[in-house]
């Protein structure tokens, strides 16, 4: 167990309001990762966070912010919901020895 | 567009035989490592081979790195039914922190 735990693990919303996720570690790592998962897309990078206050831009980071405002939180934030943010939303942290990542179980998305 | 690229999209094999998945990437890299997912879950990490590295095992999985053709596979030795899953791997680049994933091989093991 990679003391990874995400929330909500399911919401479904109205286009237009603001969403946002939760990603909690029990580790003190300094990499985490915010991925979405969609059909015939694989998982694609929205944002990460090397530390505190410290973050970066995906692959697809358009339409999302994020904060890491101490080390075991990252928040992922959709100001506004749109339809295309439908999604499986996977956070993960990376380990420190070995550099492989660790996932929490998802956060399935629905924005109507 | 995405870093790596899993090729075969799916692929179905009976129990016993050897599952072989490549996958293709574009830039440097650092290190390129396999993950596994079971159907709504996850991903779990399976193995990680580093740039200087060509050649990797562990248990039934072997992995191998070309990066003069900027290319890997994973191949699953003897496969189980438990082996039914999607299969990524993603890159770990030379200049930034980014974890780039492929879009999977979804493997299929037939009893």
């Known amino acids: 167990d990679a003391g990874i735990t995400q929330s909500p693990r399911h919401k479904v919303t109205e286009t237009g309001t603001p969403v946002t996720l939760r990603c909690h570690q029990t580790?003190?790592?300094?990499?985490m990762y915010w991925y979405r998962q969609d059909p015939g897309h694989g998982l694609r990078l929205i944002h990460y966070?090397?530390?505190?206050?410290?973050?970066d831009k995906g692959e697809v980071s358009d339409g999302y912010s994020v904060s890491r405002s101490k080390t075991e939180d990252f928040l992922l934030t959709l100001e506004s919901a749109t339809s295309s943010q439908t999604s499986v939303y996977f956070c993960a942290i990376r380990g420190d020895r070995v550099g492989e990542l660790f996932f929490g179980e998802g956060s399935r998305l629905t924005v109507l | 567009s995405q870093q790596g690229e899993e090729d075969p999209q799916a692929l179905s094999i009976q129990e016993g035989e050897n599952a072989t998945m490549n996958c293709s990437y574009k830039t440097s890299i650092n290190n390129l490592q396999w993950y596994r997912q079971n159907s709504g879950r996850g991903l779990v990490h399976l193995i990680l081979i580093r740039s200087n590295e060509r050649e990797k095992h562990s248990g039934r999985l072997r992995v191998t790195l070309d990066t003069s053709k900027k290319s890997s596979s994973l191949l699953i030795t003897a496969s189980r039914a438990a082996d039914t899953a999607s299969y990524f791997c993603a890159t770990v680049g030379n200049r930034d922190d980014k974890i780039i994933f492929g879009k999977g091989t979804r493997l299929h093991i037939l009893p």
């Open positions: 966070s090397y530390g505190v206050k410290d973050t």
């Open positions: 580790e003190n790592h300094r990499y």
